[in-house]
């Protein structure tokens, strides 16, 4: 039984969430494919706050994302934070709503981890992915949300202060989500046919954020995917507001 156990722990991996916003966030965790960790899938996180917890190694289509202004006293939808809520209240049983900045993982022991920090669905928090490896950090590291376009702005807290930026998909600005090349549906469904110079808003996301996904084929900006040794056995960080 011990030794299952340690071969258990070593071939988890370690993910550690700080908060250095400074105020309280309600980060939130969900996993599309496979086993989901045996943590929470939301928590509150106070400023200055950090948990550390395991993952397992071949962890896929994984993402965390932080939620602002929760309250889970009357509502378990989406609509219980003014951004990135998500079904289930306090613990997500989904994905989160857009606006969010997502923290995006697919691990593989035997290969390459691939990690990003994603702006298509739009920006709510700054990020941060680093590594204990040394590998490419993943950030999104300033606050979008002053200078967001205004087609693009919202959700507004009770202060008047954007707490919020939409991606131009997520804005519905060419008006048809189905067919469009903001969102890169339809006859735009291929890198071919949806380049980042037909989406709407791109360059603000990019030029702010660099080192981010910042919309459907943005693997080919080179700056947009990231890898890491997974045999190595990496532990990552996921940090809000990083300094």
Known sequence: MIIIILVAEALARSVTVSNLCSFTIWP????AIGTPPSYPTGWEAASGTTVSFTVPENWSSARIWGR???NFTHNSGTNNCLDGGCNGGLQCNGIGAPPATLAEFTLNPNGQDYYDI???DGYNLPVSITSNAGCPVADCPIDLGPSCPIP????IDSAGTT???LSACEANIDGNPSNSPNCCTGQYSTPATCPSSGVQYYNYFKSNC???YCYAYDESSGTA????????GPAYTITFCPR
């Open 118 to 120: 994603s702006l298509v």
């Open 152 to 155: 693009l702005r919202g959700p």
């Open 225 to 232: 995917l990231w890898t890491c040794d997974g045999s190595r």
């Open 163 to 165: 707490v919020g930026c």
């Open 68 to 70: 602002r202004n929760c």
């Open 210 to 212: 660099p080192n981010s």
């Open 28 to 31: 939130a965790m969900f996993t």
